[in-house]
């Protein structure tokens, strides 16, 4: 199957898809998205990585034209979401956070009658969900209700749903949560086929390994607004040493570290659980302490993730 986008990658010379400066949304006294700047380019994709209450849902809803802007501006598909609403979610795809399918209709029925709110025709809607359904692997499940389908299963459904109207960008907020490890590698494997039809990707997650695996660039989000930007590579290499040694100690008490581990420590954090500690040679610093007395019950030697990007920046855990 072949759907009918452009291909294409990443590039820094064409005009951003979306354009934000100074974005603000209030609800009231409460501001849940505080003046951030951002843009996305044609061909990325893009992530909001925080935790729940970041901002990062919150401003979805104004790029896809479901949410008023209380300040600032914002540019999508270099339209205003204040007056070009309309054109604007027509162009869009959407997969919000909980699956708004109807449990009543058939899989097939799902897709056709969301296509026709695009003025698509009967025959053509039928043409695209039949070629959508395969594109998500739900092609054996066509004329299935939608109840008794997997998480998984009903998240592929939205996906191929968001599709419908052949958009030039999809937004997708939360896109996995709730989805055991076999189902969200099933999502991710038709995400990254999306983007290298060219497809544009805007999503938000508090999945370290979804943003690492799936985003070109991202921002971290923490109480409403950007606290660092770039690709998972660099945030990492910014903010973190290359390795963590993770260590767990009887009774969670944390014998003293400092002048210890022969210079290789560049950072210690301690967490409820364990503590982490921060080295460029993991394995060098493990030997290391072990030969100053350091006897934890367990330990590992990881690489960073995004996770100590956040940690690091915000002092809190991405899930806590």
Same mark, same amino acid.
């Not at 452009?6 to 974005?23: D, F, Q, W, Y």
């Not at 590698?185 to 999306?194: A, D, F, I, Q, S």
């Not at 944390?254 to 982490?276: A, F, H, M, S, Y």
């Given at each position: ?222 109480? +409403? ?6 690709? /998972?590579? $660099?945030?990492?290499? #910014?903010? =973190? !040493?290359? %390795?963590?040694?993770? &260590? ?39 030997? +290391? ?6 006897? /934890?019950? $367990?330990?590992?030697? #990881?690489? =960073? !993730?995004? %996770?100590?990007?956040? &940690? ?9």
């Amino acid at each position: 199957m072949h759907l009918r986008y452009h291909r294409g990658v990443p590039t820094t010379s064409a005009a951003p898809l979306i354009r934000a400066r100074g974005l603000t949304k209030r609800f009231g006294d409460f501001t849940a998205v505080d003046a951030v700047d951002f843009e996305v380019r044609p061909g990325e994709a893009f992530g909001f990585l925080g935790p729940n209450g970041a901002g990062k849902t919150s401003t979805m809803r104004m790029i896809g034209c479901v949410s008023p802007i209380t300040e600032g501006t914002l540019e999508v598909l270099g339209l205003d979401p204040r007056t070009d609403g309309s054109a604007i979610r027509r162009r869009l795809g959407v997969v919000p956070q909980a699956d708004t399918l109807d449990m009543e209709l058939t899989v097939l029925e799902n897709l056709i009658i969301y296509g026709r709110y695009f003025d698509l025709s009967y025959s053509e809607c039928r043409r695209r969900a039949t070629e959508l359904l395969d594109f998500v692997q739900l092609s054996e499940k066509l004329d299935s209700q939608v109840e008794p389908l997997s998480g998984g299963m009903k998240r592929r459904l939205t996906i191929a749903r968001s599709l419908i109207n052949e958009p030039e960008m999809i937004l997708l907020d939360e896109p996995t949560t709730g989805l055991d490890p076999q189902a969200r590698h099933m999502v991710w494997e038709r995400l990254y086929k999306l983007k290298s039809q060219g497809v544009s990707l805007i999503l938000t997650t508090h999945y370290m390994d979804e943003a690492e695996q799936l985003c070109d660039r991202l921002v971290v989000m923490d109480h +409403a607004q950007i606290v660092a930007e770039g690709s /998972p590579r $660099s945030l990492i290499e #910014r903010f =973190s !040493s290359r %390795e963590v040694l993770e &260590l767990r100690f009887a009774d969670l008490k944390t014998p003293e570290l400092e002048g210890k581990g022969n210079g290789l420590i560049e950072r210690v954090e301690q967490l409820p659980d364990r503590v982490l500690i921060y080295s460029d040679d993991g394995e060098a610093l493990s030997a +290391a302490l072990h030969a100053e007395g350091v006897r /934890p019950v $367990s330990q590992l030697v #990881r690489r =960073s !993730s995004l %996770e100590d990007v956040f &940690l690091r920046l915000t002092g809190r855990r991405l899930i806590e």
